[in-house]
């Protein structure tokens, strides 16, 4: 056997090889939009960091970071999170650490109206997708996922008014609002306290904030109850610092009497509390599922590509009351780890 | 293996260590370290956490908290405590942006408006406390609670307002947003205010004062302190730091929440605590209080920046403080116990056998009892005459334990005059051409007496050598001297490591702890011009002028150090292996030189002294008084000549009269011999001698058949 038809024999079989090659590839070359758009999908997002600041992690914090993360590991994005644990200055400090690291994507949770604000218009400039979380900043960002507020409040208090307005009981009703300062408070009490005026009947006690605390919260209703015995309502903004209320309510002995209407993040204790009959009815927007909404938000602005800061875009999430153990789908259950 | 020996006892490391802690600027040092730490563990755990952009954040979110720690650290020296300082902030923080952005008032209005609050906060805590004598904890508190709650009530009246403030000056975002080269504009007010606040606690009156009053208000209102005043302006000052913290949160910030200025007293308190600011007031410095936030803040910072829940973050900072502020305590406690434990550092000192000092030996040092006929002058009238002199009309002059010179007047010294009081411990002494009592002063350095009894300073001081921890300029332990005929005084000082009180604890060790100085008087300055000598005691001008004779007393040995002619600068063993401590040296009639040995050794120390772990054990574990000691309770005065060869031996067995022999001075045919610790001073007749010779004479007359004699060595160099 000589070189040469070594030689021949390979040059045959490469060209051979080649030919199949080009025969299997060809379909691909062709256009399959199923796979074109998995593939822009995937370009667009993976590997892409997403930061997240919340006020700190509470039940309804933690929520939205779970399902984030199990949303963003799926796609191959990282979760980033900083808990300031309540501290607002500390939140600061933890965004603005954040710009200078440059994610792809922002997410926060105002404590109130003004903190973060000129930090959310820097980290835009700095090209950083912003998205705020049912708690808004006086600086508008790429998306708002969360609660329509105002609307919260309008559900809440035409509820209340139904109840007690009309000349129905004395018409005496209190608001529970969380820190003063928070857009999402601030915004909840105003829409629910222009709705109250509708009605001459019902009058306004106590319109005061909480700041999230179950035991502030118990004082204030407390002393509100001394002043008004015949209280009619109690309409909250948010559950867990209800509780507070319920219990003092309770201890009052006017439970059942004394009506609680609340605005719910569908936290198992909500419902639990509106089972034992402590809350009359909770207005529940389901942090689950809030979750999934910020997740969605943040796919839109990653795929779209519009530079940070350029449109001003809205996910309002939707409401759903729960009034009796039938309605517990409307919270979201916390998985045993 | 014994070089390694010998090196290592020479080199101690307990050597630096010691002299580390005894650095003023080491008592924070455990703050210091946790911070270096911290600070570290972070750029290793988090990436880009050097960098500049993070170090900028960095900076701009500490300082509000660092101003914060500041006001109370203030407190805290003063011997108080402000708990007002977080409600404080928080209202300050309020008003400044109630007054910029809801009343719309210019800025520099804002900033006195606000700072005025701040001072009339710490104007009601300090009269309360300062005039009206209430406790500072309880004060503190009823004010903070007072104004947390007009915080409260205020923040809610203006909700909406605060909510949806959103003015902006430029001043206000400078002040807020703005760096200056690249370093954030509060930082660079922290760093001012920081530097302002160090000078006024350290450098003037008001504050070093309101120090004075935190140590010991008795003791400040003795020394004549408006303590009430002080203790008013310390609250007033922490007030306007306060304040000033308010403002540039509010600028940063632009924001106020139901949380700002919650609990930020007790992080200040743990930030000074951390420090290690004593919580009894009167020690610290504004420093500590900073290095102290410094760590906090890192903390947070970072275990945010890490991802950290925050639940555990807040108690990783707890478990952080209590271990830190814990082992700070201890440190501060103990150090001083540990300096003490290390500070004696004992090196190897090899003897051989010494001649023997037996009365048959028929050696130069036989025991005899030439010194019983020795007369006592000043018997009970004197205390400790280290050294004695005489001057040219014969009267005798002596140091005091006192830190006095007396002199006993010729012809029968019966007289005693104080001639003059210098202090300190005066110990050699000399008398220069201008007969000019020379002092060494141990404590204090060299002095002069004129004779018209006008004390001057001659050196306090010689220069510092660089590669010591310990700062050697000063004169710690001058011994003894003597004067060149060009004026230079060439002095000994003994060592410095320990003062007189301590000088046998430097016999333990052994080490070359001790210098030779050479001041000029032409320039004024001193020079070391040799150093690391053991103990080195007696100084004496050769009679050639030619060189300086020096003793080491742990060593026992004599020097020759050449000071003129070609071997200038050379410094050689003269006399070694004496069988006792040389003290001072000093001329005799004759041409030789009289030596007087303090101690005399003995085979048990000496073996000692070979192992220095036996001395290390000995300091560390027996108390004093059961320490094994040099001999130095009799010793006996000897005669050696320029060769280096002991002549003959005076001696005093058991120092019944003349214990502790220190000097001794030949005058007229008469030695008078004084001791650190003797109540007299003794006068022997010396049959032979020249009746003329004086001292003073040999040194200063040229007539004098000594003055300008060579000599042997000299000649057959």
């Known amino acids: 056997m000589s070189k040469g038809s070594i030689f021949v024999k390979s040059a045959a079989a490469a060209l051979a090889a080649g030919l199949l090659a080009a025969a299997t590839l060809t379909p691909a070359r062709a256009a399959d939009p199923r796979e074109e758009l998995h593939a822009s999908f995937e370009k667009a997002v993976k590997g892409k960091t997403v930061a997240w600041v919340p006020v700190w992690l509470g039940v309804l914090e933690s929520t939205w970071t779970r399902v984030m993360k199990a949303h963003f590991d799926d796609y191959g994005m990282k979760l980033v999170v900083r808990d300031p644990n309540f501290k607002s200055d500390v939140q600061l400090q933890a965004v603005s650490t954040l710009i200078n690291e440059k994610p792809d994507v922002l997410i926060v949770q105002n404590p109130t109206a003004n903190l973060l604000a000129r930090e959310l218009k820097r980290a835009m400039d700095a090209g950083i997708y912003v998205v705020q979380v049912n708690m808004a900043s006086n600086t508008l960002t790429d998306a708002y996922v969360g609660a329509d507020v105002p609307k919260l409040g309008r559900m809440l208090a035409k509820d209340v008014v139904a109840e007690c307005g009309g000349g129905k009981g004395s018409g005496k009703v209190a608001i529970l609002e969380g820190e003063a300062t928070a857009a999402y408070s601030l915004d909840m009490a105003k829409a629910a306290t222009e709705v109250l005026k509708t009605d001459p009947t019902i009058k306004l006690v106590s319109s005061q904030p909480a700041n999230w605390d179950a035991n502030k919260a118990g004082d204030i209703t407390t002393t509100v109850l001394q002043q008004h015995p015949d209280l009619c309502a109690i309409l909250s903004v948010w559950g867990p610092m209800t509780a507070g209320a319920a219990q003092a309510v309770k201890n009052a002995g006017k439970q059942g009497q004394v009506k609680i209407y609340v605005a719910s993040d569908g936290q198992p204790a909500d419902c639990d509390l509106l089972e034992q009959g402590l809350f009359t009815k909770n207005l529940s927007y389901r942090a689950d599922t809030q979750g999934e909404a910020i997740v969605n938000a943040v796919l839109g602005l990653l795929q779209n590509g519009d530079k940070p800061g350029s449109k001003k875009l809205a996910y309002y999430t939707t409401n759903y009351w729960v009034k009796s153990k039938d309605d517990r789908a409307y919270c979201f259950t916390v998985p045993k780890e | ?717």
């Open chain 2, 1 to 717: 293996m014994d070089s390694v020996r010998r090196l290592w006892y020479r080199h101690s490391p307990q050597l630096f260590i010691s002299e580390l802690l005894e650095k003023r600027w080491m008592e924070p040092i455990v703050p210091f370290t946790l911070m270096c730490l911290v600070f570290l563990a972070f750029v290793l755990t988090i990436p880009g956490y050097a960098g500049w952009p993070n170090l900028q954040q960095l900076m701009r979110s500490f300082p509000e908290q660092a101003l914060v720690a500041m006001a109370m650290a203030v407190a805290v020296l003063a011997g108080g405590i402000d708990l007002s300082v977080g409600a404080v902030f928080a209202m300050a923080n309020f008003l400044a942006l109630y007054l910029l952005q809801i009343l719309g008032l210019p800025f520099p209005v804002m900033i006195i408006g606000v700072l005025a609050f701040g001072a009339l906060v710490g104007a009601i805590n300090g009269g309360l406390i300062a005039y009206a004598k209430t406790r500072p904890f309880l004060t503190t508190m009823v004010v903070l609670i007072v104004v947390r709650a007009s915080y409260n009530k205020l923040t809610t009246a203006y909700t909406r307002e605060l909510a949806s403030a959103s003015e902006t000056s430029d001043a206000w975002d400078f002040l807020g947003i703005g760096t200056i080269f690249g370093i954030p504009v509060n930082m660079v007010c922290l760093v001012l205010i920081g530097l302002a606040a160090h000078i006024y606690l350290t450098r003037l009156r008001p504050g070093l004062q309101i120090m004075a009053v935190g140590s010991s208000r008795k003791a400040a209102r003795h020394a004549g302190i408006d303590v009430k005043r002080s203790l008013f302006t310390a609250y007033v000052v922490s007030g306007l730091l306060t304040a000033f913290a308010g403002i540039l949160y509010a600028a940063r910030q632009n924001s106020s929440g139901t949380d700002t200025g919650v609990g930020w007293e007790v992080n200040a308190l743990a930030a000074v605590v951390l420090g290690g600011i004593s919580l009894a007031g009167g020690r610290g410095t504004i420093a500590r209080a900073l290095i102290g936030a410094v760590i906090i803040f890192l903390l947070i910072n970072g275990l945010v920046q890490l991802g950290t829940h925050g639940s555990l973050t807040t108690a990783t900072i707890g478990f952080l403080l209590i271990a830190a502020v814990g082992f700070n305590v201890k440190w501060q406690k103990n150090k001083g116990k540990v300096l003490q434990k290390i500070y004696v550092s004992p090196t190897l000192v090899e003897f051989t056998p010494p001649p023997s000092i037996a009365r048959d030996a028929g050696t130069a040092f036989a025991e005899n009892d030439r010194l019983h006929a020795a007369e006592a002058i000043a018997y009970e009238r004197i205390e400790g005459p280290e050294d004695v002199i005489l001057d040219r009309q014969d009267n005798l002059y002596t140091v005091n334990r006192n830190g006095s010179i007396i002199r006993f007047l010729a012809p029968d010294y019966e007289v005693r005059e104080e001639f003059a009081r210098i202090g300190g411990r005066p110990l050699g002494m000399a008398m220069d051409r201008e007969e000019n009592l020379i002092v060494c002063v141990a404590g204090m350095g060299v002095y002069g007496v004129r004779p018209d009894r006008s004390v001057f300073k001659v050196t306090d001081e010689t220069n510092r050598s660089w590669l010591r921890l310990k700062d050697d300029s000063r004169l710690y332990l001058a011994d003894d001297l003597d004067i060149a005929p060009d004026g230079k005084i060439y002095f000994s000082e003994a060592t410095i490591r320990y003062d007189l009180a301590d000088w046998a604890l430097d016999g333990f060790e052994g080490r070359g702890n001790g210098r030779l100085i050479c001041h000029d008087p032409a320039t004024g300055r001193s020079t070391t011009i040799l150093k690391d000598l053991a103990f080195p005691n007696g100084v004496c001008l050769a009679h050639d002028a030619q060189s300086v004779l020096w003793a080491s007393t742990w060593l026992c040995r004599i020097h020759r150090l050449w000071i003129a002619g070609p071997r200038a600068g050379q410094c050689e063993i003269l006399v070694d292996n004496l069988p006792g401590y040389p003290d001072n040296i000093n001329r005799a009639s004759d041409g030789t030189y009289w030596l007087a040995l303090v101690g005399i050794r003995s085979p048990v120390y000496d073996l000692a002294m070979a192992d220095p772990g036996f001395r290390v054990r000995m300091v560390k574990q027996i108390p004093p008084d059961e320490w094994l000691c040099p001999g130095i309770n009799y010793g006996c005065i000897a005669k050696f000549d320029d060769d280096g060869t002991v002549l003959e031996t005076l001696w005093d067995p058991g120092g019944h009269s003349h214990p502790t022999i220190t000097s001794m001075r030949e005058h007229k045919g008469h030695l008078y011999i004084g001791g650190l610790e003797n109540n007299r001073i003794g006068r022997l007749r010396l049959p032979g001698a020249d009746p003329t010779w004086t001292s003073w004479a040999s040194y200063w007359d040229d007539a004098s058949p000594s003055a300008g004699r060579r000599a042997p060595v000299r000649e057959m160099a």
